[in-house]
């Protein structure tokens, strides 16, 4: 099994189609390809690095896969964007983000935690 990630490179077979898919479900991703590509890239690493192998029965499958990549390219971009305050918006009303290398959130996409029976 080998998990069809969202496109990382410019010379994907699946670009335009990828990259399609990628911008319906993240409406405010980065208009450039080229950024966009860079940060699914980046993502897609970081997502690898801490889900399973795919030979662990313990492996999430494609779809959480695909998702936590998409979610940690959002949290990188959002990331990007905060002052060293951890403020980011306009002067009249900013919001506050805690930027994380991986969040919980993509973690348990990728490692799910898992109710374990347990006998006393």
């Not at 949290?75 to 964007?81: R, S, V």
């Not at 919980?104 to 374990?116: C, G, I, S």
Request: hydrophobic fraction near 40%.
């Amino acid at each position: 099994m080998s998990i069809n990630w969202h496109p990382t490179t410019p010379d994907d077979p699946d670009l335009d189609e990828g990259l399609a898919v990628v911008r319906e479900r993240w409406p405010d991703a980065p208009v450039d390809d080229d950024w966009l590509l860079e940060i699914l890239a980046v993502a897609r690493r970081e997502c690898e690095a801490y889900a399973p192998a795919e030979t662990d029965r313990e492996h999430p499958g494609e779809a959480a896969c695909r998702t936590a990549q998409l979610m940690q390219a959002r949290n990188l971009l959002n990331a990007g964007a905060v002052a060293p305050t951890g403020e980011f918006g306009d002067e009249h009303g900013g919001f506050s983000y805690s930027a994380w290398p991986l969040d919980r959130d993509v973690k348990q996409r990728l490692r799910p935690v898992r109710a374990v029976p347990w006998v006393g």
